[in-house]
């Protein structure tokens, strides 16, 4: 902290007048919102892994030379241990896209915002690429078989082992140097730039202006990656007919770049990295659910076994039989065909619906209004609270930067692990007997946080487990939503 505040006025001839943490993500940097004596606004890093440092402030410099649409790097401490750059804003993509993503409808203003980005991707990728001296990034530099196995065994490892997926070691292995062969040869030659982490989180929306961050992890290799990894986010729910859109949207904007692509064999190789990305995915969704019992990862893996699913019925797999048929058991595991099943059965049984509310002690505890007399009342006020914390106090339990702090605490993942269980042996006895209400609600100090959050999952947990349909509501926020 004393390097930045140093490095800070050396820059500015004065000391800062406002210095505000801000949560942390998956890098090992530490942010900080600066503010001016004038009221202008900076972002403070401080690092201390120096190639990631060091990556990151290379191709910042390079793309903003290039005039992207980047951070600028305004000043720089003599070991690059920390930096300040521009403020790009406190509101992601991911954040402008939360109505859309929950309801799967994206409004026409959310469409041309996808639309614009996934069209600067194409620049980043092909001008930001023009004059890069790729050994000034991190190892590996290069999209290459080395990288390609590192994620196939990810998959591998942290998903089919931990679900128990049979698999013939030798064979799938064979298949792997098939399939990481085919998806090297579409980088081979290249000198375009893979972005590696391109999602919406790191896209930045302050009015008209985009800002794209976090892309220290840049490599060379094929254009393909990139818009598999944006594209088929497994929890972004785009429908088929908005992907088609912005694929041919980046199709269009590519060939103004490169005008010799073969939009036809693009398809076709991106089909393959959508594949690939799908695998890498529920390896960090087996790592951080499976294992880690991370809510929010575990709520994700249905929809990367639907985004799967599809792709198998699509024959994008049919080159690598073994592994083909290892993917199509993954997808018919009884595990995650459970919200299917408990649907029908639910259909024929009463009709169950499952009221969950967050709310704070200091109002007291909700009324139910199905007549019954209440039902399970959780008290969190046990679990560390992210509202004594500066960063944390304005936003809630819905915010990823509270669920981020939540979950890598993990008090609040043991708590609900109890809660899931007795939840659960519940809902199934209410659905046999044909009962049709049941009412859970989570209290904390505020009802802001540590309620809202879990609330929140097992809301999510028991629609996707059951089917059932949930009334969810944040009292202190006024937010009221039904999965049907």
Not at 87 to 106: A, F, I
Not at 254 to 278: I, Q, Y
Request: net charge negative; proline share 4%.
């Amino acid at each position: 902290m004393d390097a930045l505040l140093s490095l800070y006025r050396q820059w500015q001839g004065a000391d800062v007048a406002h210095i505000e943490p801000l949560p942390k993500a998956g890098s090992n940097r530490q942010y900080y919102r600066l503010t001016a004596a004038d009221g202008q606004h900076y972002i403070g890093a401080i690092g201390t892994d120096h190639a990631e440092n060091h990556s990151f402030l290379y191709l910042a410099r390079h793309f903003a030379a290039k005039g992207l649409p980047v951070p600028t790097i305004l000043a720089v401490s003599p070991d690059e241990g920390c930096y300040i750059q521009t403020d790009g804003g406190t509101t992601s993509l991911y954040d402008v896209l939360r109505s859309g993503r929950e309801s799967s409808h994206y409004s026409s203003g959310d469409e041309a915002l996808l639309e614009r980005t996934i069209r600067h991707l194409a620049h980043l990728q092909v001008e930001g690429a023009n004059g890069i001296d790729f050994s000034e990034l991190m190892q590996p530099n290069i999209f290459d078989r080395q990288s390609v196995f590192f994620d196939l065994h990810y998959f591998k490892y942290c998903f089919l082992r931990p679900v128990d997926v049979p698999y013939d070691e030798v064979a799938l292995e064979a298949d792997f140097e098939h399939f990481a062969a085919d998806l090297v040869a579409a980088g081979d030659g290249t000198t375009t730039f893979l972005y590696r982490d391109f999602q919406a989180r790191n896209v930045l929306v302050d009015g008209d202006r985009l800002t794209f961050i976090d892309f220290q992890g840049g490599r060379r290799g094929p254009l393909h990656y990139d818009v598999a990894s944006f594209l088929w986010q497994a929890s972004a729910h785009y429908p088929d007919d908005l992907r088609e859109r912005l694929i041919r949207a980046y199709l269009s904007e590519l060939a103004t770049l490169r005008p010799d692509t073969d939009p036809t064999a693009f398809r076709h190789t991106l089909r393959r990295f959508v594949l690939f990305r799908t695998l890498q995915v529920l390896g960090a969704y087996g790592l951080r659910g499976l294992t880690e019992r991370k809510s929010y990862f575990l709520c994700s893996i249905p929809h990367a076994i639907a985004n799967l699913t599809a792709l198998l019925s699509e024959g994008v797999a049919d080159d690598y039989p073994v592994l083909r048929a290892v993917l199509q058991r993954l997808t018919t595991l009884p595990r995650f065909q459970q919200h299917e099943a408990s649907t029908s059965r639910h259909e024929g049984s009463g009709s169950l619906t499952v009221r969950i509310c967050s709310f704070s002690y200091k109002r007291g505890i909700p009324q139910d209004p199905s007549g019954n007399g209440g039902g399970y009342v959780f008290d969190c006020r046990s679990t560390h609270n992210p509202g004594r914390y500066a960063p944390y106090k304005a936003l809630t339990g819905l915010d990823k930067p509270v669920i981020d702090f939540l979950e890598d605490d993990g008090e609040i993942l043991t708590f609900l692990e109890s809660v899931y269980r007795l939840a659960d042996a519940h809902v199934e006895r209410y659905l046999q007997r044909g009962f049709t209400s049941l009412m859970f609600c989570f209290g904390c100090t505020g009802g802001q946080h540590r309620s809202v959050y879990s609330a929140q999952h097992l809301a999510e947990h028991l629609h996707q487990r059951y089917g059932v349909r949930v009334v969810l509501q944040h009292r202190e926020q006024g937010i009221e939503r039904i999965l049907q």
